[in-house]
């Protein structure tokens, strides 16, 4: 990359996990397009700035662009690869497409600042959007989704994160950009919690309590990370970056599933092993434990292209 400069990328893509999160995803209002554009920039510029202001509680976000709206917001150019979220159905297994023209996603390990800032983004968004959809996350044990089982644990780490989550040179007006797919699944923990141990690990393919990975001739077809561990024609793993989080109350929990990646294929090919499986009909039989209520395809540009609309 030589001596050039790179675009800001936004905080929250790469970030190390937090105690909390808060998830806001609008809509935005009829013919505003004019005014919200520098909105938008503005707080992108906050949530970097509050990143350094609150370096103590590890505070970081991102602002992203909904596939739908992309062309309202932005008509000059278009991400290469952005389109809507991949809506797939079979049998019972459903992903459903429900797209929001932004997202605003905050985390922070102190959850009162959190409250404080979302409430500021919501101020400075007023009269331009309509708040669609709220939730918040939290770190479940250590760091472990709502089914017990530790979350993150094969995501890239250190470096290489960025390598996986942001565009490069090959789309150079959005390099430093990211593309985002949201899922919020809601989980069905009675029938979770009736399946013993080992059946419960088989559907992971590692273990419980140690969070070992089964060898891979001991995984079965049908278990999660045999699934979504997926290679290319080259043999190289095709990879994302999870920021997923347990959401959700005693009524409605689960997980709040988040893929950032340089290109949304790779979430596409995982999301379709998933639910179609392979060429034998071996699908994701986690899916039999939860449901996906939505699916929400976002670019988040670098810093340094949406403060181009700055006041
Ligand atoms: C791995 C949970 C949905 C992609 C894992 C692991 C857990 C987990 C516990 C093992 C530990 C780890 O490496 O993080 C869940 C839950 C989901 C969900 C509870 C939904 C309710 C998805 C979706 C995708 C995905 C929708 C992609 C389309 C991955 C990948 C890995 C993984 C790539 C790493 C596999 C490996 O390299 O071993 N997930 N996941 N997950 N998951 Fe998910």
């Given amino acids: 990359m030589g001596n050039q400069v790179m675009p800001r990328e936004q905080l929250g893509i790469c970030a190390e996990g937090n105690l909390h999160s808060v998830y806001l995803m609008f809509n ?53 690869l952005l389109k809507p979220f991949p809506a797939m159905n079979e049998g019972n297994r459903d992903a459903p497409a429900i797209e929001y023209d932004i997202f605003v996603h905050i985390r922070c390990d102190r959850y009162d600042i959190l409250h404080l800032v979302a409430n500021e983004i919501n101020q400075m968004f007023e009269d331009l959007v309509e708040l669609v959809d709220e939730e918040r996350g939290f770190r479940f044990m250590d760091s472990r989704d709502l089914t017990g089982f530790v979350d993150g644990t094969e995501n890239p780490k250190g470096r290489h994160r960025q390598e996986v989550a942001l565009v490069g040179n090959e789309d150079a007006e959005f390099t430093s950009g990211s593309y985002v797919h949201v ?40 278990s999660h990370t045999k699934r979504v561990n997926l290679k290319d024609d080259q043999g190289q793993s095709l990879e994302i970056l999870r920021q997923s989080m347990p959401y959700g109350s005693i009524k409605e929990q689960g997980l709040v599933f988040i893929s950032v990646c340089r290109t949304p294929e790779h979430f596409e090919k995982m999301l379709r092993s998933m639910v179609h499986g392979d060429a034998h009909g071996n699908h994701d039989h986690l899916m039999l434990f939860t449901k996906a209520l939505t699916g929400s395809s976002f670019f988040v540009p670098s810093l340094d292209f949406l403060t181009q609309f700055d006041d």
């Fill in 28 to 80: 935005a209002l009829d013919g505003v397009e004019e005014q919200l554009r520098p909105s938008i920039a503005n707080v992108a510029q906050y949530i970097y700035e509050l990143t350094d202001q609150y370096a103590d509680s590890a505070f970081n976000g991102f602002v992203g662009i909904g596939a739908n709206f992309w062309d309202t917001f932005y008509p000059q150019a278009r991400p290469a």
């Fill in 183 to 222: 899922q919020k699944y809601k989980h069905n923990l009675s029938k979770w919690h009736r399946l013993p141990l080992k059946k419960q690990e088989n559907i992971y393919g590692r273990t419980k309590v140690d969070d070992i990975e089964y060898a891979s001739e001991d995984k079965p077809l049908t």
